[in-house]
């Protein structure tokens, strides 16, 4: 009896199927009928029926023979673990002597994504692009009556002290805004670039750069030139 539970044990059960055949061994050896192991177990007859037969149509599923197998090996003396482990082993050799395995243990492999240009797509995506465009005109239009246009003042970059009479001034507004300086309007190209030069008195003096959009929201840059004697 405890043959079937030392190192003899995984030898008698290679090959498929024979763990039904060593369950009923063991069983009888120690002078048990089928309904006292069941009762001892505290198993259904049936199920065990199935597995000493090896009738896998009786059993229930695969979860639930595990813990079946480890009441069992404990009322016939065997090693749970072992049993559950050579059980485990015979169903895979069935299963490729049945060919199945052959299918059944390859991954699935992702599909990869293709996209067809169907008429039905051309549309959609024509329409996220006109969705697109007209949201990001109505943003620009929106901005306009809530924001200023764009003022930069490239040079002098600061307030700067200089003993020179005569500075030239450059920067970049939007090409629709008119822009002034203190008050004088000044020529704007399409690029929205500009440029102008003025000349200086001796003494502290301020420039306002204001570019104004034509929903009258405006943005103003100040620059403090002192002029030294």
């Known amino acids: 009896m405890k043959a079937a539970s030392d190192g003899k044990f995984g030898g008698k059960l290679r090959g498929a199927p024979q763990i039904g055949a060593l369950l009923q061994a063991q069983r009888k050896a120690r002078g048990l009928e089928l309904r006292e192991a069941a009762k001892l177990g505290r198993l259904p007859v049936g199920h065990l029926e199935a597995l000493e037969s090896g009738t896998e149509a009786g059993l229930p599923a695969p979860v639930y023979v595990e813990g079946m197998l480890r009441r069992y090996a404990r009322v016939v003396d065997l090693d749970p673990q072992k049993l559950v482990d050579a059980f485990g082993e015979e169903r895979r050799r069935v299963g490729e002597l049945a060919g199945e395995t052959d299918l059944d243990v390859l991954p699935t492999l992702p599909r990869q994504f293709r996209l067809v240009l169907t008429p039905r797509v051309i549309t959609f995506v024509a329409a996220v ?65 500009f440029g102008l030069n003025l000349d200086f008195n001796p003494g502290l003096q301020t420039i306002e750069f204001k570019a104004t959009n034509r929903f009258g929201r405006s943005t103003t840059i100040i620059r403090r030139i002192f002029k030294r004697p």
């Open 129 to 193: 692009a006109l969705a697109v465009a007209l949201g990001g005109y109505l943003w620009y239009q929106v901005s306009g009556l809530i924001e200023g246009p764009k003022l930069i003042l490239e040079s002098p970059a600061a307030d700067i002290a200089t003993a020179e009479q005569t500075l030239h001034f450059t920067g970049e507004t939007e090409a629709d805004a008119r822009l002034t300086v203190n008050a004088r309007e000044v020529y704007v190209d399409d690029a929205g670039r």
